[in-house]
């Protein structure tokens, strides 16, 4: 873990927030716009420096290194999560990669890549959302945010992993609304413009 720990915590009315693919872009933003307004908001990402740095920029951010691909450094980032505050009331599954991939060219695409791409962008969503919720489910009101894209609904020929993944993150979202929807827990799909990603932190 990374930055300092809130204490005194209280479950009724405080706001925590945790944000995967926070150190840049849209996960970035919102980062910053939760903290601007007193949420307590923990930070997940790959880079312990980058998110050093962020925890640095933002003092009460809470920083913990977690790749949604590895299901161990999930499990061992949310044990982290869990010592250190009461419940979540905000996830925000953030964390995306987007490579143009040519399934027609004479050199096929990395498997490796392509893995990569779906663990990120779908699997270790759903890993995340798994594992989180039994801390939402402590809050008297949460929600689970998953950031989508349009080329969910209408694909892009040259990304088509990516395109293939959000549309599996629209169809989860679906599904995992349906299921929670009998508990405290809401389920929200973002589906954001082209965002220039150079702003979003401001």
Known sequence: MIGRRRPHLKPSDD?????????????AGLATRFHAREAHVV????????????AAEHPGMTAIVMDVCD???????????????PHLTTLINNAGVQRPLDFSAQERPAIAE?????????????????AALPLLRLAPRARVVHVGFGLGFVPLAGAPVYSATKAAVHSFTVSLRHQLRRTTVQVVELVPPVVDHRCTAA
Do not use: C, H, K, Y
């Open 43 to 54: 930070i997940t990402g790959r880079d312990p420096e980058r998110l050093s740095a962020m």
């Open 15 to 27: 706001d925590v927030v945790l944000i995967t693919g926070a150190t840049s872009g849209i996960g």
């Open 71 to 85: 299901p161990e450094s999930v499990r061992r980032a949310m044990a982290d999560i869990a010592a250190s505050i």
């Open 114 to 130: 392509i893995a990569d791409e779906i663990a990120t962008n779908f699997t270790g969503l759903v890993d995340v959302s798994s």
